[in-house]
């Protein structure tokens, strides 16, 4: 308020890594600059209209991961840092990346995702992976001609966590065949990146950064959090799904992060146990934006959200940007013309005109059940807003005929592949060093029958708590009981502590202002009668322990 003159001239240096790590910017910005303004100027460079769907990410001091918030100061968001670095990333992966309006939009979307293929992130079977690096290579080397493409080729490219010579074998060989065949020879590199994203978007860690929990049995998970809701892994299975649909509210309380569920049949409590605090209000938080973001009519709807418990300190979210369902309809009232699934092969560059619906289905019933946020009741499926999805059929195809004649020492390359999750920055890596160990151990059939398992959460499996009459009060939307423990306990050892200081203070203090008030009669009385005798019995007491 009472910013001084200096200050304003101040201009601070930043880094901002781009998707290709190659490439990076130089970025300033003044102490009064927000986030927005950062994020802005990177999307300018990159001639990026849709910039709802991206993020700056940045670690503190503490090595905990952070997103840029974009309603508040660059410098007091980074203060802890000991240099100032960012990470240009997806933040809110779309569900159908093919109904993006614009071209680069959707090939910045592609680099994202061959950097989680990269580094594990996006965990699939052997046989998708082959797959998706054989596109990543028709995209970067075009057709495939025996007089260049001569040798293991590939094994110049980093591909995949774990790329072994059969993986890097069996890409060659999806790379030559035609597409009619079950490979992907004859496409153009446009062509094999919707391909590449069509596949990709099917799978179950499409869009997910998985975060290290515990459940209440102390076992390993990941937690991650997409468009959907949020999904359990232990190693590389999936555990449960619980849909934005089903998830009534989201808080935390120290390390654990907790998530409300309405059934039809009951209510569930499900808890998850984070490395630290500050982890734990990261989950919270990247919860509640990908709940608002995929599931808010508007984010005018977005209220104040509150999370932890008593004595929690930082648990305060107001959520800043347009929804989801606002950029799509923004796209179609202001694009009228283009292509009607978004495939049209122009520069990855350039902007194209591409007509878009909401992944989630408008319906009048929608708006009016946000009328006490933090709650979802209306998300939809993966399946109901994608495309079918020709690639994973050609994929298939090629696949198991390629599987047919593979035998004895193939087979068993491919049950020693897996991949491993890891964080950008190193000084996190170690922490998710087991995202998809499991994997090692399981056959090709085992591997490619685990994404088609039932997803929703068995009551024997879950991770349940007894709700207790307050949050049953609280889900009903009946007001919270009175809880006198939360209300009076801590204020009255406040004031109790408060008054003992005081007093030592007083007695103990040689400031001349407080010589007035140990003078008084009530003073001089507790000083005799009871603070002097309990302080010689305290020192007797500590002289004979010690």
């Not at 170690?430 to 959460?457: K, V």
Request: net charge neutral; aromatic share 10%.
């Amino acid at each position: 308020m009472f910013r001084s003159r200096a200050d304003s001239n101040i201009v601070y240096k930043c880094t901002v890594r781009l998707l290709e790590d190659t490439d990076i910017l130089e970025c300033e910005f003044h102490p009064s600059q927000k986030g927005k303004y950062l994020l802005d100027y990177v999307c300018q460079q990159l001639n990026l209209v849709e910039t709802d769907y991206f993020g700056l990410r940045f670690v503190d001091g503490m090595n905990q991961r952070h997103w840029l918030h974009m309603a508040k100061s660059i410098i007091k968001q980074v203060k802890d840092s000991s240099s100032i670095l960012f990470s240009f990333r997806v933040k809110f992966y779309p569900p159908n990346p093919l109904l993006l309006k614009e071209e680069v939009t959707r090939y910045q979307v592609y680099l994202q995702l061959k950097r989680d293929l990269l580094h594990g992130r996006l965990y699939c079977t052997p046989n998708e992976a082959a797959m998706l690096g054989a596109l990543v290579v028709q995209g970067d080397l075009g057709d495939y001609d025996p007089a260049v493409h001569v040798g293991n080729y590939i094994s110049e490219m980093r591909l995949l966590l774990r790329q072994t010579e059969v993986i890097e074998a069996r890409m060659q060989e999806v790379h030559a065949l035609p597409v009619d065949e079950g490979g992907v020879g004859g496409q153009q590199p446009a062509d094999a990146e919707i391909t590449f994203l069509r596949i990709s978007c099917q799978l179950d860690t499409y869009g997910v950064d998985p975060h290290p929990v515990k459940d209440h049995r102390g076992n390993q998970l990941y937690l991650g959090i997409n468009h959907s809701g949020i999904i359990t892994f232990q190693g590389s299975r999936k555990n449960h799904h619980f849909r934005w649909s089903e998830v009534h509210k989201i808080n935390y309380e120290g390390k654990m992060f907790i998530v409300h569920l309405n059934y039809p049949e009951k209510k569930h409590t499900v808890g998850f146990k984070c490395p630290s605090g500050a982890a734990c209000r990261h989950v919270w938080r990247c919860a509640i934006e990908q709940m608002l973001f995929f599931t808010l009519a508007s984010s005018a709807d977005a209220s104040v959200i509150s999370g932890g418990g008593f004595f929690s300190w930082g648990s305060k979210f107001r959520y800043v940007g347009r929804t989801e369902r606002e950029i799509l309809q923004g796209s179609s009232e202001s694009r009228g013309n283009g292509t009607a699934n978004g495939e049209g092969g122009g520069p990855r560059r350039k902007a194209s005109s591409v007509p878009a619906t909401p992944s989630t289905p408008m319906n009048s019933d929608f708006s009016g059940a946000y009328s006490s946020l933090p709650r979802s009741t209306h998300s939809a499926p993966l399946g109901e807003s994608l495309d079918t999805c020709n690639g994973c059929a050609m994929m298939s195809t090629a696949i198991g005929s390629n599987n047919a004649g593979t035998s004895g020492e193939g087979t068993h390359h491919f049950n020693d592949y897996y991949f491993r999750d890891s964080f950008e920055h190193s000084s996190s890596e170690s922490q998710l060093t087991n995202f998809g160990m499991e994997a090692a151990n399981r056959g090709p059939e085992e591997s490619s029958r685990h994404s088609s398992n039932n997803h929703t959460p068995s009551k024997r499996a879950l991770t349940t708590f007894q709700a207790s009459q307050n949050d049953a009060a609280a889900n009903s939307g009946q007001p919270k009981k009175f809880n006198i423990f939360k209300a009076f306990v801590p204020s009255f050892l406040f004031v109790c502590f408060s008054l003992l200081f005081l007093t030592v203070l007083v007695l103990e203090s040689d400031w001349p202002l407080l010589k007035k008030f140990r003078q008084w009669p009530e003073m001089v009385s507790l000083h005799y009668h009871y603070y002097r005798p309990l302080k010689d019995y305290m020192r007797q007491t500590v002289a004979r322990l010690f």
